[in-house]
């Protein structure tokens, strides 16, 4: 069997036990078994990060979810944390995991994770647009007048937000709130961490024609060393905005390999959905899940420059 987004998260995996399931991924950690026993000794305090297919818009976790999703983001990460490797160190030790979550799970280092989202972002669109649109700055950085949805920033800018609860919107701070949370220095390095990081993905986007508007990374200390970790996953069509860079046209919002077919339906009339509304959205028609499905894989094909083997 394989999890998708219609299986319980808590299904049975060898060695390991349920902890946490957040909107897309569940979280596993070795149980008292003594394959859990082994796991420990072989990799000492992990987790196992499984991403399921559900696929989330406005704060709603959708149905049905969208297939092959999760190995798309997690082959995706992977492929992502070699290529970024030399920079910062991954929290990935392992992807011998069992055969139900194959493809779709990594065994990665438990971190203390900082309570910051670090966005960085090369272009202006999304929230960042409508701080510009309400006050010229983002995240108190002043920008040039005149700048349109999907205009190319002067230089890549540092908009970190705080983690929101499941089903609350995550909210964009100035650096300074990031430096009275996790002080002076981190704030600093993961400024400087989240800034490299975009640079050299930017970089290798734009050679495979794809633009990366923005991106959204997680850190954590390793409680070993010290070091300053990358966790989650990392430049996936779910945490970042990538575009098609031959349809790049600033003005209004650009085509995007994502899931903006699930939300240019939600809100569509065709929906019958009142985003205001206490009322949970309703299913999604089978061709607004193919046409995501086939985004993501095409994203997937663009970055990596081969097909996913799903």
């Given at each position: 069997?394989?999890?998708?987004?219609?299986?319980?998260?808590?299904?049975?995996?060898?060695?390991?036990?349920?902890?946490?399931?957040?909107?897309?991924?569940?979280?596993?950690?070795?149980?008292?078994?003594?394959?859990?026993?082994?796991?420990?000794?072989?990799?000492?305090?992990?987790?196992?990060?499984?991403?399921?297919?559900?696929?989330?818009?406005?704060?709603?976790?959708?149905?049905?979810?969208?297939?092959?999703?999760?190995?798309?983001?997690?082959?995706?990460?992977?492929?992502?944390?070699?290529?970024?490797?030399?920079?910062?160190?991954?929290?990935?030790?392992?992807?011998?995991?069992?055969?139900?979550?194959?493809?779709?799970?990594?065994?990665?280092?438990?971190?203390?994770?900082?309570?910051?989202?670090?966005?960085?972002?090369?272009?202006?669109?999304?929230?960042?647009?409508?701080?510009?649109?309400?006050?010229?700055?983002?995240?108190g950085i002043a920008l040039p007048p005149g700048l349109v949805d999907g205009s190319r920033l002067p230089e890549p800018i540092f908009t970190p937000a705080t983690k929101a609860e499941l089903g609350e919107h995550d909210e964009n701070v100035p650096f300074e709130v990031v430096a009275q949370t996790v002080g002076?220095?981190?704030?600093?390095?993961?400024?400087?961490?989240?800034?490299?990081?975009?640079?050299?993905?930017?970089?290798?986007?734009?050679?495979?024609?794809?633009?990366?508007?923005?991106?959204?990374?997680?850190?954590?200390?390793?409680?070993?060393?010290?070091?300053?970790?990358?966790?989650?996953?990392?430049?996936?069509?779910?945490?970042?905005?990538?575009?098609?860079?031959?349809?790049?046209?600033?003005?209004?919002?650009?085509?995007?390999?994502?899931?903006?077919?699930?939300?240019?339906?939600?809100?569509?009339?065709?929906?019958?959905?009142?985003?205001?509304?206490?009322?949970?959205?309703?299913?999604?028609?089978?061709?607004?899940?193919?046409?995501?499905?086939?985004?993501?894989?095409e994203a997937y094909e663009r970055l990596t420059g081969v097909p996913l083997s799903v």
């Amino acid at each position: 069997m394989t999890l998708d987004a219609t299986d319980a998260p808590t299904a049975t995996l060898p060695g390991w036990a349920h902890t946490y399931s957040g909107k897309v991924r569940d979280l596993y950690t070795p149980d008292a078994s003594a394959q859990g026993d082994a796991i420990r000794e072989a990799h000492g305090d992990v987790v196992l990060v499984v991403a399921s297919d559900r696929v989330s818009a406005y704060d709603h976790v959708l149905s049905p979810g969208i297939p092959d999703k999760g190995v798309v983001l997690t082959q995706l990460s992977l492929w992502w944390f070699e290529q970024l490797a030399d920079l910062v160190p991954s929290h990935v030790v392992s992807t011998d995991v069992p055969a139900a979550v194959a493809g779709r799970a990594m065994i990665c280092r438990r971190l203390q994770m900082f309570p910051v989202e670090c966005v960085a972002r090369g272009y202006l669109t999304g929230s960042g647009l409508a701080e510009y649109r309400a006050s010229g700055q983002v995240t108190g950085i002043a920008l040039p007048p005149g700048l349109v949805d999907g205009s190319r920033l002067p230089e890549p800018i540092f908009t970190p937000a705080t983690k929101a609860e499941l089903g609350e919107h995550d909210e964009n701070v100035p650096f300074e709130v990031v430096a009275q949370t996790v002080g002076g220095q981190a704030a600093v390095t993961l400024r400087d961490l989240t800034l490299a990081v975009y640079a050299r993905a930017e970089a290798v986007a734009r050679e495979r024609g794809v633009i990366l508007a923005d991106t959204k990374l997680e850190f954590g200390t390793d409680p070993g060393s010290g070091a300053v970790v990358l966790g989650d996953e990392v430049l996936t069509p779910d945490s970042s905005r990538f575009w098609p860079a031959d349809a790049w046209q600033p003005g209004h919002p650009q085509p995007s390999f994502d899931k903006q077919y699930v939300r240019d339906w939600l809100t569509s009339a065709a929906s019958g959905w009142e985003r205001a509304s206490d009322v949970p959205p309703p299913p999604l028609p089978a061709d607004v899940v193919e046409r995501t499905r086939a985004r993501y894989l095409e994203a997937y094909e663009r970055l990596t420059g081969v097909p996913l083997s799903v």
